[in-house]
């Protein structure tokens, strides 16, 4: 009876002492989300800043063509 108590005692000044292991996990993946979203956030406002705005792709002569047809002025060469 007296060894049963011992080990109850033992495995509540365990838990009494240290963090509940799944806390410190939850707590590190919190962490590292936050710091990961808190990363990319500054990149972006960094990229918003200092890179070039994006150049347009080159429109085709065949959609230019097909524009032209639904404005109903004729292409050139035709």
């Known amino acids: ?3 049963a108590n ?3 005692n033992v495995i509540n000044d365990v838990e009494a002492k240290g963090f509940n292991p799944a806390l410190i996990v939850l707590l590190l ?3 590292l ?3 990961f979203l ?3 956030y500054a990149l972006y ?3 918003q800043k200092n890179l070039p705005p994006k150049k347009k792709k080159p429109v ?3 959609k230019m063509k097909r524009e ?3 404005q109903g002025v004729s292409a050139p060469g035709e």
């Open 1 to 3: 009876m007296a060894s």
């Open 6 to 8: 011992g080990k109850g």
């Open 29 to 31: 993946v919190g962490g």
């Open 33 to 35: 989300l936050l710091t």
């Open 38 to 40: 808190v990363g990319n």
């Open 45 to 47: 406002l960094y990229a």
């Open 60 to 62: 085709s002569k065949k």
């Open 68 to 70: 032209r047809l639904k």
